[in-house]
């Protein structure tokens, strides 16, 4: 079963935009981490933000965490086509061991 | 580059065959992972080993097994294949043994069963 559930599944954009996406998820968790996956490769850790954190910054990229609404949002300013890519959260669900993600957002930067 | 290692990066064989996927975690990493990901289910938690010790289990199938070994590297054995276990399967690896600090992954192997 899915803990993380992206919104939208699927955003284009143009080159110089800001791209949002958002991330929802039903348990307690430690942590939630961001990951972007370029198209048949593996994925790669953008970045973790703590259960107590409300907001983190990671050069262009900005993520927002509401424990009380159960969200996270990622939000990648001035987008490059290099950006083009599914992005997926993930959440531990308060296990401490096993990170669960979602079905990822594939986020597209037109040139 | 993650450090992360997984052979191999293809792999094509018949429904009821046998498989090893291997995977060598980054220098340094104590934990392994593996994932699996298909179109229809998403990336899926399977396992996950601390050390050679068992930690955590997510959707692994009874047909399905894993092991870490001493000098850290872990192998993913899938026997019994049936068409829907075609996917890419990741393995990931972390410095820590809980979930709170970043995974590694490998670029997978994509195993396609006929």
């Known amino acids: 079963s899915q803990q993380g559930e992206e919104d939208p599944q699927a955003l284009s954009i143009q080159e110089g935009e800001n791209a949002t996406m958002n991330c929802s998820y039903k348990t307690s968790i430690n942590n939630l981490q961001w990951y972007r996956q370029n198209s048949g490769r593996g994925l790669v850790h953008l970045i973790l933000?703590?259960?107590?954190?409300r907001e983190k910054h990671s050069g262009r990229l900005r993520v927002t965490l509401d424990t009380s609404k159960k969200s996270s949002s990622l939000l990648i300013t001035a987008s490059r086509a290099a950006d083009t890519a599914s992005y997926f959260c993930a959440t531990d669900e308060g296990s401490n061991y096993k990170l669960t993600f979602g079905k990822g957002t594939l986020l597209t930067v037109n040139p | 580059d993650s450090g992360v290692t997984q052979t191999p990066k293809h792999l094509i064989t018949a429904t009821g065959q046998r498989v090893t996927l291997r995977c060598s975690p980054r220098s340094g990493d104590l934990s392994v992972y593996w994932y699996q990901q298909s179109l229809d289910q998403g990336l899926q938690f399977l396992i996950q080993y601390y050390n050679g010790e068992e930690r955590a289990k997510g959707n692994i199938l009874e047909r399905f097994s894993a092991q870490q070994f001493p000098d850290l590297h872990s192998e993913l054995n899938l026997s019994s294949l049936e068409l829907g276990d075609s996917a890419l399967y990741f393995c990931?690896?972390?410095?820590?043994?809980?979930?709170?600090?970043?995974?590694?992954f490998g670029n997978g192997t994509r195993l396609t069963v006929t």
């Open positions: 990931a690896s972390s410095v820590a043994v809980s979930s709170n600090s970043p995974l590694h």
């Open positions: 933000i703590r259960s107590n954190e």
